[in-house]
């Protein structure tokens, strides 16, 4: 799968040409200042073809434009954020998650329970998958990232609940998830703090 990588200066002009509205161009300015040193990295309509083909679900367009205008950075390191914009069950137990992006399912038992919820992840909790973020792929104008554990959403599934029940919005968008981003662990052990 292709990504294309810049600079600090080229993410900036990919936000400014990209189609996203103020306030969404306004987080992903804000990620880049908080990590000006990093090569940052943008989707192409090719890894996101892949995405698609390989997980077998349809990514709402206007999640599409945020990808990409801005991914990450390179070498998706895992990250912490300093908050979620909404209240989860996660919330007052923030500090020890980290989150590693995983753009799409583990395995099959997972998508399988997962798509119950119409959840595609993002991003997990590094080495535990006690906490998902995830968009909605039932909804082309849903643009929230949501918050759950997989073990909930099998629970609801197994007690008969609606799978959606365990699913919290956490951030309004990808974007916004992004400005939250207050630390990078890289493999090596290398931590990055936020400006």
């Excluded at 294309?4 to 936000?15: K, N, P, Q, V």
């Excluded at 300015?29 to 943008?42: D, E």
């Excluded at 609606?162 to 630390?183: G, K, N, Q, R």
Aim: glycine share 4%; proline share 5%.
């Amino acid at each position: 799968m292709t990504l294309t990588r810049g600079s600090g200066e080229d993410a900036l002009s990919w936000i400014r040409n990209s189609e996203l509205n103020s306030e969404q161009r306004a987080h992903l300015v804000a990620f880049v200042n908080r990590f000006p040193s990093m090569t940052f990295t943008k989707a192409n309509f090719e890894f996101l073809d892949s995405m698609e083909f390989e997980h077998q679900v349809t990514i709402p367009n206007a999640v599409k434009k945020m990808f990409t205008a801005l991914l990450l950075v390179d070498d998706f390191p895992e990250f912490r954020v300093d908050d979620y914009t909404y209240w989860t069950p996660r919330t007052d137990n923030m500090h020890p998650i980290w989150y590693a992006s995983t753009w799409g399912y583990a395995n099959e038992q997972e998508r399988n329970s997962f798509l119950q919820a119409n959840m595609f992840p993002v991003a997990q909790w590094a080495d535990t998958g006690l906490s998902s973020l995830a968009i909605n792929v039932s909804d082309g104008q849903d643009t929230k990232i949501y918050e759950f554990t997989g073990e909930d959403i099998v629970d609801d599934i197994q007690s008969n609940n609606s799978p959606d029940s365990s699913v919290f919005p956490a951030f309004t968008s990808y974007t916004e998830l992004i400005s939250h981003i207050s630390e990078l662990r890289f493999p090596d052990g290398t931590l990055i703090h936020a400006r």
